[in-house]
């Protein structure tokens, strides 16, 4: 079965625009929960969402959004773009208090 | 707070060799579960094991072994007679609750390298 799809892979944007990053996860896999990697901050929570609504936000700025649709796919946003916000962006899937399963992320440089 | 601690950043070994990779968590949780991912260089996180803090039995997976010890909250990983294909970053990740959600608390992460 497809694992969990993230889009773009690689983006470049520059400071003070917006992204928004997608991710379809694995079928049948209702929780969609979104981390920022980075060399210094490591894997870093950024929120979860679970049949369209967020249940959990980490500490994180407003500029940082998302929400999910009823198919379950998610979409996460950065507005007001910032050079710190240079990261891999994962997203995971998961059932219920199960393993999640993370896509290859999407790899934003701000310059 | 709950954090986790991978004291080891990264460790060299050659290949056949036996590796541990340690992991100390904190929680407050009294029922937990504990994950182990694979980083390969293409950046997706490969989910390596779940184990729940009820059962302290420890679990081997072909080459690979995990030692759970819930008095001293450690969760260490072994890879026996290493290959070359195991060089990547390993993270340890206990699963917090809070507010009715759950989430990943990841380490910093072993760079592991495994040379021919």
């Known amino acids: 079965k497809a694992g969990v799809t993230q889009t773009p892979r690689y983006l470049i944007k520059t400071r003070g625009q917006q992204v928004t990053l997608s991710c379809s996860p694995i079928?049948?896999?209702?929780?969609v929960s979104w981390y920022q990697q980075t060399p210094g901050q490591g894997l870093q929570f950024l929120f979860e969402y679970f049949s369209e609504t967020q249940r959990n936000k980490g500490n994180f700025p407003g500029r940082f959004s998302g929400r999910q649709f009823s198919n379950s796919r998610s979409e996460m946003n950065v507005s007001t773009l910032e050079l710190g916000d240079s990261a891999l962006y994962l997203c995971a899937s998961s059932r219920e208090r199960r393993e999640l399963f993370f896509g290859e992320g999407s790899r934003l440089t701000v310059l | 707070a709950q954090k986790v601690t991978q004291a080891q950043t990264e460790i060299s070994v050659v290949e056949k060799e036996d590796v541990t990779l340690d992991c100390v968590y904190e929680?407050?949780?009294?029922?937990?579960?504990l994950f182990w991912y694979k980083q390969p260089p293409s950046g997706e996180l490969v989910f390596l094991i779940r184990r729940n803090s009820f059962d302290e039995q420890n679990e081997i997976s072909g080459r690979y072994s995990w030692n759970f010890q819930k008095s001293t909250s450690s969760f260490n990983f072994t890879i026996t007679a290493s290959q070359v294909v195991d060089s990547a970053v390993y993270f340890c990740a206990p699963l917090m609750r809070g507010g009715g959600s759950e989430k990943l608390v990841f380490g910093k992460g072993t760079k592991l390298t495994v040379n021919p």
């Open positions: 079928s049948g896999h209702r929780s």
């Open positions: 929680t407050r949780d009294t029922t937990y579960y």
